[in-house]
């Protein structure tokens, strides 16, 4: 009996590498949406991964941003030292207020130490949306020509217009 068993998955197995042959499976009924992950938990899994996706982007959004102004902040104090640097002090408050790691934090302040590190600029941009909304878009880069071809391209995709320096600011 074990021989007529083990024969039998060892014909399946050549003839899926021989004809392409797989043996049927569960299909899933067409109200069923799947998702592109290669274990089938269910669906209360897959709702679970999508958010739990979402709100990791989230936190690197945030983690990423308070990098960049802990940077910032190192760079216009002129010190490592939160005690001596007030500006740092502030950021390192805003961050854990924002929930980011001291790991991070302590990585960031790390890495501004460094001579390899390259500036970053911060560039204001200003325009003109749909209806004649006026928008100040603050970026923080360290390369300012992507920057503003990255800013420039999202206005144009949503119709708007790229202002001249002073206009909008002119306003408030």
């Known amino acids: 009996m074990k021989s007529f068993v083990a024969n039998i998955i060892i014909t399946v197995v050549v003839a899926t590498v021989v004809t392409g ?9 067409s109200t069923c949406t799947t998702t592109s992950t290669t274990l089938f938990m269910g669906r209360a899994a897959a709702v679970r991964a ?23 902040a190192i ?18 408050k805003q961050a854990k207020a924002n929930s980011v790691p001291i790991d991070n934090i302590n990585r960031n302040i790390k890495k501004a130490t460094e001579q390899k590190v390259g500036d970053f600029s911060q560039s204001t941009f200003e325009a ?11 970026v923080l880069s360290d390369n300012a020509n992507r920057a503003s071809a990255d800013v420039k ?10 202002a001249e320096s002073g206009s909008v600011l002119f306003f408030i």
């Not at 999508?50 to 910032?72: C, E, P, R």
């Not at 760079?75 to 390192?92: C, F, H, Q, W, Y």
């Not at 003109?128 to 100040?136: K, L, N, P, R, T």
């Open 21 to 29: 042959w797989a043996p049927p499976t569960r299909r899933c009924p």
């Open 153 to 162: 391209n999202a206005i144009n995709k949503k119709d708007c217009k790229l």
């Open 128 to 138: 003109y949306g749909f209806g004649g909304a006026s928008m100040i878009i603050n």
């Open 75 to 92: 760079k216009n104090g002129g010190s490592a030292d939160p005690d001596v640097n007030t500006e740092l002090r502030e950021m390192i």
């Open 50 to 72: 999508a958010t739990k996706s979402k709100t990791d982007a989230k936190k690197a959004k945030t983690n990423a941003v308070f990098g960049k102004k802990i940077l910032m």
